[in-house]
């Protein structure tokens, strides 16, 4: 079964500073997925990475994967407070027998102090 | 389109009672599946389905049943609730390709408390 492992679990930073989430998963995929969750919400996505060397940004975010060492980052530059949510990745497993399957990681729990 | 909704938003239920969450899409996506989010916790996978008529067990599926008899309905089943069962449910779809999906568009969930 494919694990997947996130940290830090939580992540109090000030406005303006530059952190990264790291994403670790266990076993051979190719695909990875960030997500947005606000409190009490749904799951938003915010990437999706589909090959070794990937990344993509938007605004302040920018996710990266590198399937050779099975990690992906999340990196967040000049923290804003509305960036303060719950972050999780997903991993799809290659299909074996019907389907690909996801998996999440527990999620990073943001939280940006003015 | 308005997406993927389900209903109930929130239920109680007693232990031992049965309750069918619903899931709809108008996307005209092939794959859908339920998760339960627990505190703590990722989302972990019920039960998929790759279209209709095709339903699949996902990481834990003891205690619910799924059937998907069109490509715009996805009913999460709960035979005979208990304690443990108290989650937010969530139902997701995705198009596919070969056999593999895509990104997932999530719906707005389903707080269940079972007493």
């Known amino acids: 079964e494919l694990k997947v492992e996130q940290n830090p679990l939580f992540l109090s930073m000030q406005e303006g500073k530059n952190y990264t989430i790291y994403c670790n998963y266990s076993t051979t995929s190719d695909r990875l997925y960030w997500y947005r969750q606000d409190p009490g919400k749904s799951l938003e996505s915010l990437f999706v990475?589909?090959?070794?060397?990937a990344v993509k940004q938007e605004g302040r975010l920018m996710a990266s994967l590198d399937t050779k060492a099975r990690l992906s980052t999340l990196h967040i530059t000049a923290a804003v407070h509305d960036l303060s949510a719950t972050y999780f990745c997903a991993v799809d497993t290659r299909p074996k027998s019907v389907f690909n399957k996801f998996y999440f990681g527990s999620g990073t729990k943001l939280n940006v102090k003015p | 389109n308005a997406g993927v909704t389900q209903t109930p938003k929130f239920q109680v239920l007693k232990t031992g009672q049965s309750m069918t969450l619903q899931c709809a899409q108008d996307m005209n996506h092939e794959y859908m599946s339920w998760y339960r989010q627990d505190p703590g916790m990722g989302l972990r996978l019920i039960h998929y389905?790759?279209?209709?008529?095709?339903?699949d067990q996902g990481e834990v599926p003891n205690g619910y049943n799924v059937s998907r008899s069109t490509t715009e309905d996805f009913p999460l089943r709960l035979l005979s609730a208990a304690p443990s069962q108290t989650s937010v449910y969530f139902c997701?779809?995705?198009?596919?390709?070969?056999?593999?999906?895509?990104?997932?568009?999530f719906g707005p969930g389903t707080r269940l408390t079972v007493t």
């Open positions: 389905s790759v279209g209709a008529g095709i339903t």
């Open positions: 990475l589909l090959s070794n060397g």
């Open positions: 997701a779809s995705s198009y596919k390709s070969g056999q593999r999906s895509y990104e997932q568009y």
